[in-house]
C-alpha cells in the first residue's frame, strides 16, 4: 500500500492507545528507526493549555531525553493550532496574509509565521510522495515566470506536470534578469540594482531545468519530456542521456478570437495539462498574477506557497471541477485512494532528518534563496523546533 494511504492523525489518537514508534531527537540513534519497537518509558503527562487535552510523555532509553505525543503532531509548539486549516485554504484561494488575519481574529504576523510552517510541511510531504512513483507517463515542462518584491526581480518556476495523470511532479527555482520593453528610467534603475546586488548567474534558468528533470521519480522506460521550443529545455535535456524531448514550438498567433493553426492546436493539445497548471496558479495565488501590486515579498515566500499549492493540486482538489467524480491527480497515480482534507495532509509532524530530503529540497526548506530586496531575511536555523 502507498504511504500516503497509511498517515494517522496524531492528536485524534487517544493518549492510551499512543506508542511512539522512533525518538523525535534527531542526535538519538532511535531516531532514525524503520521497524523494531522503541525502547522508552512513560513519563507521567501534561494537559495542554490551548485546547485541555492530556498529552502523554515519554523517555527515550537510547538518550534518556524525554518528549511527548504532541512531538510527533503539526501542531507542535503552536499556541492556536486551530488555525492551521483555515489558513492553508485561505493561501491556496489566493487570499492575501492580512485579510485571512482579519477573517480569523488574530494578527496578519501569526499568519506569515503559519504560511512558512504549512510551506515546510508540503515540501516535506511532496518529496514523501515522489518516493512510492515510478514514471510510466510522458512529463510536460515549462517555465511559469513570477516575481519577488516589484517586477526589477523576477524568476522562473519550471513546473513538471504528468501528460496523462495531470499530476504535479515538482518545480524549481532560477533568478532571472527582467526584460521587455523598458524605458530609459527603468533601464537605469535596473542598471543601479544590478550594480548593487549582482546580475542573475549565467545559466541559472537551464541549471533549474536540469535539477528538474534529475529530481523526477525513476522512469521504466527512457524519460519522455513534452516541451516547448524554449533553448534552456533544450540544453537541460542534451545533458541527459536518459531524456527523450518531443519539442512542440509555440506557434505565431492571429488576432483575438481568430482561428487557431494546426500547429496551435497540435501545441495546445500537447501541453494542455501544463498550461491548465498555470492558468490556474495565477487565477489562485494573487503573487503570480500578470498585473498585480501583490508580488511575493521573498523568493523563499514565492517557493513555500507554491509547494502547498502543489500538495493541495494533487491530494485535495479534484483533478477536474467539473467532474469531481474523477478523483484528485494522486488517485490517477494510485498514491492515494481517496481525495484528502487538510486533516490528512496536516496529521503528523515531518522530521526533516528522517525525510532524508535532497539538497534543493532542504535548501528551500532552511529558506536559503537570497532575494536582493530582503538583505536581512530570516532563516529557518531552529535546532530542536520544525
Not at 55 to 69: A, D, E, H, I, N
Not at 234 to 259: E, F, I, T, W
Amino acid at each position: 500500500m502507498p504511504y500516503m494511504d497509511r498517515a494517522v492523525i496524531v492528536e485524534l489518537v487517544r493518549p492510551e492507545s499512543f506508542v511512539p514508534v522512533f525518538c523525535p531527537w534527531p542526535a538519538c540513534h532511535e531516531h532514525r528507526r524503520r521497524s523494531g519497537r522503541l525502547r522508552y518509558l512513560p513519563h507521567g503527562f501534561y494537559r495542554r493549555r490551548c485546547d485541555g487535552r492530556i498529552v502523554p510523555r515519554f523517555r527515550c532509553l537510547g538518550c534518556r531525553r524525554t518528549f511527548s505525543q504532541q512531538s510527533f503532531a503539526f501542531s507542535y509548539y503552536l499556541k492556536r493550532p486551530e488555525l492551521s486549516r483555515p489558513i492553508a485554504a485561505g493561501l491556496v484561494a489566493g487570499s492575501a496574509h492580512r485579510q485571512i488575519a482579519r477573517s480569523l481574529g488574530c494578527h496578519h504576523s501569526t499568519v506569515t509565521r503559519r504560511s512558512r510552517r504549512l510551506g515546510r510541511h508540503a515540501l516535506l510531504l511532496h518529496h514523501m510522495a515522489l518516493r512510492d512513483l515510478t514514471l510510466s507517463e510522458p512529463v510536460i515542462v515549462d517555465d511559469f515566470d513570477s516575481f519577488a518584491g516589484s517586477q526589477y526581480f523576477p524568476c522562473t518556476l519550471p513546473t513538471a506536470t504528468g501528460s496523462n495523470s495531470w499530476f504535479l511532479y515538482g518545480f524549481a527555482f532560477a533568478r532571472e534578469r527582467r526584460r521587455g520593453t523598458m524605458s530609459p528610467i527603468q533601464r537605469k534603475r535596473r542598471a543601479g540594482l544590478e550594480r548593487l546586488h549582482g546580475r542573475p548567474p549565467r545559466g541559472a534558468v537551464t541549471a533549474a531545468f536540469g535539477s528538474l528533470l534529475r529530481r523526477l521519480p525513476t522512469a521504466r522506460t527512457p524519460l519522455r519530456i513534452v516541451a516547448d521550443d524554449d533553448p534552456a529545455i533544450r540544453r537541460a535535456a542534451d545533458a541527459l542521456p536518459h531524456v527523450q524531448l518531443s519539442v512542440y514550438p509555440n506557434p505565431v498567433r492571429g488576432p483575438k478570437g481568430s482561428p487557431r493553426s494546426l500547429e496551435a492546436r497540435r501545441r495546445d493539445r500537447a501541453m494542455f495539462p501544463n498550461d491548465q497548471l498555470h492558468r490556474f496558479l495565477r487565477h489562485s495565488e494573487a503573487a503570480h498574477r500578470r498585473e498585480t501590486i501583490a508580488f511575493g515579498r521573498s523568493y523563499n515566500g514565492l517557493i513555500e506557497r507554491l509547494a502547498l499549492f502543489v500538495t493541495w493540486r494533487n491530494l485535495v482538489q479534484a483533478r477536474s471541477e467539473r467532474h469531481p467524480a474523477e478523483g484528485t491527480t494522486a488517485m490517477r497515480l494510485r498514491l492515494t485512494k481517496a481525495p484528502w482534507g487538510w486533516p490528512q495532509v496536516l496529521a503528523e509532524r515531518l522530521h526533516p532528518t528522517r525525510v532524508q530530503a535532497d539538497y534543493e529540497v532542504m535548501r528551500h526548506y532552511r529558506r536559503e534563496l537570497a532575494t536582493p530586496s530582503l538583505p536581512n531575511e530570516r532563516r529557518h536555523i531552529l535546532s530542536r523546533a520544525f
